[in-house]
Protein backbone atom coordinates (compact mmCIF):
# COMPACT_ATOMS: atom_id res chain seq x y z
CA UNK A 1 0.00 0.00 0.00
CA UNK A 2 0.87 3.64 -0.67
CA UNK A 3 1.51 5.36 2.50
CA UNK A 4 2.84 8.45 3.66
CA UNK A 5 3.22 10.24 7.03
CA UNK A 6 3.42 13.62 7.95
CA UNK A 7 5.44 14.19 11.31
CA UNK A 8 7.06 17.24 13.27
CA UNK A 9 4.20 19.79 13.96
CA UNK A 10 3.87 21.26 17.30
CA UNK A 11 3.26 24.99 18.85
CA UNK A 12 6.13 27.08 18.44
CA UNK A 13 6.18 31.15 18.62
CA UNK A 14 6.18 33.55 15.52
CA UNK A 15 9.50 33.97 14.54
CA UNK A 16 10.57 30.24 15.71
CA UNK A 17 11.39 27.56 13.78
CA UNK A 18 9.83 23.54 13.29
CA UNK A 19 11.22 20.87 11.00
CA UNK A 20 8.37 18.36 8.94
CA UNK A 21 8.96 14.44 8.08
CA UNK A 22 7.47 12.86 5.46
CA UNK A 23 8.19 9.33 5.48
CA UNK A 24 6.83 7.05 2.47
CA UNK A 25 6.47 3.25 1.84
CA UNK A 26 5.05 0.97 -0.74
CA UNK A 27 6.53 2.91 -4.13
CA UNK A 28 9.27 3.94 -5.73
CA UNK A 29 9.96 7.18 -3.93
CA UNK A 30 12.39 8.85 -6.16
CA UNK A 31 10.02 8.90 -9.47
CA UNK A 32 7.45 10.61 -7.88
CA UNK A 33 6.85 14.10 -6.43
CA UNK A 34 6.39 15.24 -3.39
CA UNK A 35 4.08 17.98 -2.08
CA UNK A 36 3.73 19.41 0.78
CA UNK A 37 0.05 21.09 1.43
CA UNK A 38 -1.96 22.86 4.54
CA UNK A 39 -4.95 23.58 5.42
CA UNK A 40 -5.64 26.21 7.90
CA UNK A 41 -9.63 26.48 9.86
CA UNK A 42 -12.06 26.91 7.42
CA UNK A 43 -9.53 27.02 4.37
CA UNK A 44 -9.19 25.59 1.19
CA UNK A 45 -5.87 23.37 0.99
CA UNK A 46 -3.28 25.07 -0.69
CA UNK A 47 0.53 23.61 -1.42
CA UNK A 48 3.37 25.01 0.20
CA UNK A 49 6.09 23.15 -1.64
CA UNK A 50 7.34 20.33 -3.74
CA UNK A 51 10.42 18.71 -4.20
CA UNK A 52 10.84 16.39 -7.88
CA UNK A 53 13.94 14.27 -8.93
CA UNK A 54 15.61 17.63 -9.67
CA UNK A 55 14.13 21.14 -8.79
CA UNK A 56 11.95 21.94 -5.74
CA UNK A 57 9.22 24.58 -5.79
CA UNK A 58 7.60 27.21 -3.30
CA UNK A 59 4.66 29.34 -2.56
CA UNK A 60 5.91 32.62 -2.98
CA UNK A 61 4.55 33.21 0.64
CA UNK A 62 6.60 30.81 2.06
CA UNK A 63 9.91 31.83 -0.26
CA UNK A 64 12.92 32.25 1.87
CA UNK A 65 11.51 30.28 4.99
CA UNK A 66 10.61 27.06 4.31
CA UNK A 67 13.49 24.59 2.50
CA UNK A 68 12.09 21.33 1.35
CA UNK A 69 14.86 18.66 0.69
CA UNK A 70 14.79 14.94 0.17
CA UNK A 71 16.77 11.60 1.75
CA UNK A 72 15.97 8.68 -1.25
CA UNK A 73 17.96 6.19 1.35
CA UNK A 74 15.29 7.00 3.96
CA UNK A 75 12.45 7.52 1.99
CA UNK A 76 11.64 11.10 3.52
CA UNK A 77 11.19 14.29 3.09
CA UNK A 78 11.57 17.31 5.19
CA UNK A 79 10.06 20.45 5.55
CA UNK A 80 12.35 23.18 7.20
CA UNK A 81 9.94 25.89 8.41
CA UNK A 82 11.86 28.74 9.69
CA UNK A 83 10.60 32.62 10.33
CA UNK A 84 7.25 31.15 11.27
CA UNK A 85 4.49 33.60 10.89
CA UNK A 86 0.93 32.78 12.27
CA UNK A 87 -0.35 32.77 8.92
CA UNK A 88 1.68 29.16 8.93
CA UNK A 89 -0.77 28.13 11.81
CA UNK A 90 -2.12 24.77 9.56
CA UNK A 91 -2.38 21.36 9.41
CA UNK A 92 0.39 20.07 6.79
CA UNK A 93 0.19 16.93 4.88
CA UNK A 94 2.56 15.58 2.62
CA UNK A 95 1.34 13.64 -0.77
CA UNK A 96 2.99 12.11 -3.85
CA UNK A 97 2.09 12.97 -7.35
CA UNK A 98 3.46 11.69 -10.53
CA UNK A 99 5.20 15.13 -10.93
CA UNK A 100 5.14 18.86 -8.70
CA UNK A 101 2.27 20.81 -9.06
CA UNK A 102 0.16 22.61 -6.94
CA UNK A 103 -3.12 21.30 -7.64
CA UNK A 104 -4.23 18.93 -4.87
CA UNK A 105 -6.23 17.01 -7.01
CA UNK A 106 -3.27 15.22 -8.52
CA UNK A 107 -2.03 14.00 -5.33
CA UNK A 108 -2.91 11.31 -3.36
CA UNK A 109 -3.33 9.26 -1.22
CA UNK A 110 -3.21 11.88 1.77
CA UNK A 111 -2.89 10.33 5.18
CA UNK A 112 -3.09 12.21 8.54
CA UNK A 113 -1.51 15.54 8.47
CA UNK A 114 0.47 17.43 11.41
CA UNK A 115 -0.36 20.57 12.66
CA UNK A 116 1.81 23.19 13.48
CA UNK A 117 0.41 26.50 15.44
CA UNK A 118 1.94 29.53 15.63
CA UNK A 119 1.51 31.64 17.94
CA UNK A 120 1.89 35.52 17.83
Known amino acids: DVQLQASGGGLVQAGGSLRLSCTAS????????IGWFRQAPGKEREGVSC??????YYVDSVKGRFTISRDNAKNTVYLQMTDLKPEDTAVYYC???????????????WGQGTLVTVSR
Open 51 to 56: ISASST
Open 95 to 109: AAGPYCTFQSTVFGP
Open 26 to 33: GFTFTDVG
